[in-house]
């Protein structure tokens, strides 16, 4: 059974930086495709950061492209999203997700709220 986990929410100043981590159990990780979604009040989630899983592919929303940053350890089961230069709007609950490519079935985690304030 897959499971996310994701750690590292928190709340920050406008400017400051955050890393958030998602562990994944019960899968072979390095076959996923493993993503970084974000949803805020009243908005629909949406995608952040995207990583292959042989690290040779990512992809960003245009608004974090610069700021924020996607790795992934398969030895640890690991992926991670450095967010720098964060701004309000970056606010949100932040989501992890696994996909092997060609399915379009998506595992989740259970989210972690990131707050920025002005």
């Known amino acids: 059974q897959v499971q996310l986990v994701e750690s590292g929410g928190g709340l920050v100043q406008a400017g400051d930086s955050l890393r958030l981590s998602c562990a994944g159990s019960g899968m072979t990780f390095s076959r996923y495709i493993m993503s970084w979604f974000r949803q805020a009040p009243g908005k629909e989630r949406e995608f952040v950061a995207a990583?292959?899983?042989?690290?040779?592919?990512?992809n960003y929303l245009d608004s974090v492209q610069g700021r924020f940053t996607i790795s992934r350890d398969n030895t640890k089961n690991t992926v991670h999203l450095q967010m720098n230069s964060l701004k309000p709007e970056d606010t949100a609950v932040y989501y992890c997700?696994?996909?092997?490519?060609?399915?379009?079935?998506?595992?989740w985690g259970q989210g972690t709220q990131v707050t920025v304030s002005s």
């Open positions: 990583i292959g899983g042989s690290t040779s592919y990512t």
């Open positions: 997700s696994a996909k092997i490519s060609g399915s379009s079935y998506n595992y």
